[in-house]
């Protein structure tokens, strides 16, 4: 029976990944992934090559708070729409075009600057391209959430995910990768290899733009409210998820979401410094990245999705949230055997594999929790929550490094990640979760 009903799943998934919809968030998944790290991770590379010093990369990761600050926004975008584009495109694809065309030029903007001469200019277009990439993360969350039914969510965040790993890894080993090329094998810092990697970047970009204008907008989509006021339209979505959950049940998702990442964003700031300062090379990290990451990111998402779609998200959730926090354990054994890329390879292999599960079972819960009506808004607010406290204690990772040195610091962040289990684990004994999941 058990097989009879495993074989009829399969079959189920089989059928959701040959639909137009996968593909459609495969690429925007891309679309997204691409500018994060050319904010979070690529530019940090970046500055650490400058010999920017290491505490103020950590307080430029800062410059990534619109992602947590998207939330304020959001109800504008599923009140209004342009009406330029409206029309002919839909109010989700007119303002992701709008979006996509002011992200392809802050990253050109961002490569005719040179950190050591004009690093406040410099943060200044990664402030204005985390706020381009953060409402286009709005907007293809709740284009998502209004095309899929809840039993598809985990699928398509599967999809998502896929796209939003392969463009962080062009972003980051495939940046390294050009930029090692431009410098023509040269070790030594070279600004005007940097500057062209981030303008091929931008044209790659691109992939975003033309998917939007192929996109089918969803026909079931919430019709703009003529009822609601300009305020009611910030409260609403709010209050609507309190009375779906009530306080108590409200509070441990809000825990849960504001946690889950912790330990993650905050290796995840200090990790390419922590490369260049071990001894690896950028193509040593970009070649083990691109080969090994890519397939254990794939490995990591289509499990993560797999599962969750047959056991349930909140399941899949808390073994997604132990593997991120035993990962960063081996990042601490990596700091004291030094430039071996075999442990590199281990490392990177297992860290993506346990992102790609993580992180496509946390979209699916995100998204299953998410009324349709209030799409943009509420996933907007659920997926800020998620990295406003990680983001601030984050800014301080570089203070950490250089009080705890590298060992202490990766063991610290592994135990960042206990309270998200232990909410996780309060929840699934909840009345809450037995009538949702």
Same mark, same amino acid.
């Given at each position: ?106 990253i050109l903007f961002m490569s005719f600057q040179d950190p050591n001469q004009s690093v406040i200019v410099l943060a200044a277009c990664a402030l204005c391209l985390a706020f381009f990439s953060a409402t286009q993360d709005a907007l293809i969350d709740g284009f998502r959430i209004d095309v899929a039914e809840q039993d598809d969510q985990a699928l398509l965040a599967a ?120 001894? !690896?090379?950028? /193509? %040593?990290? @970009?070649?083990? #990245?691109? *080969? ?6 794939? &490995? +990591? ?72 009506? !209030?799409?943009? /808004? %509420?996933? @907007?607010?659920? #997926?800020? *929550? ?6 601030? &204690? +984050? ?19 592994a135990l960042m990640g206990i309270p998200a289990l232990v909410l996780i684990v309060l929840l699934s004994r909840s009345q809450w979760y037995q009538r949702q999941d």
């Open positions: 029976m058990y097989a009879t009903m495993f074989v009829n799943k399969l079959k189920v998934v089989s059928e959701s990944i040959r639909t137009p919809q996968f593909f459609v968030f495969l690429f925007l998944g891309f679309a997204a992934g691409l500018p994060y790290m050319l904010v979070f991770s690529t530019l940090s590379y970046w500055l650490a090559e400058a010999d920017i010093n290491r505490k103020l990369i950590g307080l430029l990761s800062l410059v990534s708070l619109p992602y947590t600050l998207k939330w304020i926004w959001a109800p504008l975008l599923d009140r209004y729409r342009i009406n330029f584009f409206g029309a002919n495109f839909g109010r989700r694809r007119s303002w992701l075009i709008c979006t996509q065309i002011g992200l392809i030029l802050m999809s998502y995910l896929i796209g939003y790993r392969f463009a962080m890894i062009m972003a980051s080993a495939g940046a390294l990768l050009l930029a090692d090329f431009f410098a023509n094998g040269n070790e030594a810092y070279t600004l005007s290899a940097w500057q062209s990697t981030y303008q091929v970047l931008a044209v790659i970009m691109m992939i975003g733009l033309v998917t939007t204008f192929f996109a089918a907008e969803p026909t079931n989509i919430a019709k703009e409210s003529k009822t609601l006021s300009f305020i009611e339209s910030f409260i609403t979505p709010f209050r609507d998820f309190f009375q779906r959950f009530h306080w108590k049940h409200a509070l441990l998702i809000a825990g849960i979401v504001a946690t889950y990442r912790l330990s993650d964003i905050v290796l995840g700031v200090m990790a390419n410094p922590f490369y260049v300062d071990v001894g !690896f090379t950028k /193509t %040593q990290v @970009a070649a083990i #990245s691109k *080969v090994y990451g890519v397939i254990m990111v794939l &490995v +990591g998402a289509a499990v993560g999705g797999l599962l969750a779609h047959y056991f349930g998200t909140l399941k899949v959730l808390f073994l997604g949230g132990l593997l991120s926090a035993v990962t960063n354990i081996l990042f601490a054994q990596l700091s004291v055997i030094g430039p071996n890329t075999l442990w590199l390879t281990g490392v990177i292999s297992m860290d993506n594999l346990s992102a790609g599960i993580a992180t496509s079972s946390f979209i699916a819960f995100l998204s299953n929790i998410t009324n349709k009506e !209030f799409s943009a /808004t %509420q996933y @907007a607010v659920l #997926s800020s *929550v998620m990295l406003l406290f990680p983001k601030f &204690v +984050g800014g301080s990772s570089g203070v950490m490094v250089t009080s705890l040195g590298y060992e202490k610091f990766f063991y610290f962040t």
